[in-house]
């Protein structure tokens, strides 16, 4: 919890009774429904809620801008950043129903009226949205393909609609498609630990 004010030191006391409640509730469910792996449990606010966070470094969302995370897991990355942008609206989807129920679980118990859960692909998934945001599911130009169709084309944030995408590793050969419409933030220039050397932010404009 200590690294999340290290890095948000002007969170509400709202947002950090929220932020410091998370790892028990998600310790509690994944002792029942297995959605972090229990070695990542050690590190839970590092590798999951501050690496969600990093977006919100990238961006202050305006109040009322519309999120869907696609491929959400076990909530990650819109649970932290529900609790960080409490004005801002986020629908949570995943293809399989047992993480989709404690994501819902998790929202119901934190009061975070923001966020909506739902069990679907996001192929099938229909409404409009500001961004999307997910923790790299698949290769970027299928990701692209499948999900598109759900961006908004009405602006109202300092950068373009599209999708933020926290992903790691080598990156070159599935952005190159993408080039006059993305960019790439190294994780490393946020957060000084080692965890983010290789972990990247690709923002595509849609």
């Known amino acids: 919890m200590e690294l999340i004010l290290k890095y948000f030191p002007s969170l509400t006391d709202i947002q950090k009774e929220r932020f410091a409640r998370l790892k028990d509730i998600y310790a509690d469910w994944n002792s029942r429904i297995n959605v972090i792996s229990r070695k990542d449990m050690d590190a839970f606010y590092e590798h999951h809620v501050l690496h969600s966070l990093a977006i919100g470094r990238f961006i202050q969302f305006t109040d009322g801008t519309k999120i869907i995370d696609i491929g959400t897991g076990g909530g990650f990355p819109g649970i932290p950043l529900a609790i960080l942008f409490p ?38 998934f229909k409404g409009k949205f500001d961004f999307i945001v997910s923790r ?18 009405k602006q109202a944030n300092a950068i ?47």
């Open 87 to 124: 004005n801002a609206d986020f629908t949570l989807i995943d293809s399989i129903g047992k993480k989709i129920k404690v994501v819902q679980a998790v929202a119901e118990d934190l009061g975070l009226e923001n966020v909506d859960a739902c069990q679907s692909r996001s192929e099938q």
């Open 160 to 206: 373009s609609n599209g999708i933020l995408y926290l992903k790691g590793g080598d990156i070159t050969a599935e952005i190159q498609p993408f080039q006059k419409t993305l960019s790439v933030i190294e994780l490393a220039t946020y957060f000084k630990e080692p965890f983010f050397d290789t972990k990247k932010l690709v923002h595509l404009s849609l």
């Open 136 to 153: 790299a599911v698949t290769a970027l130009p299928t990701f692209v393909s499948q999900s598109r169709h759900l961006i908004g084309i």
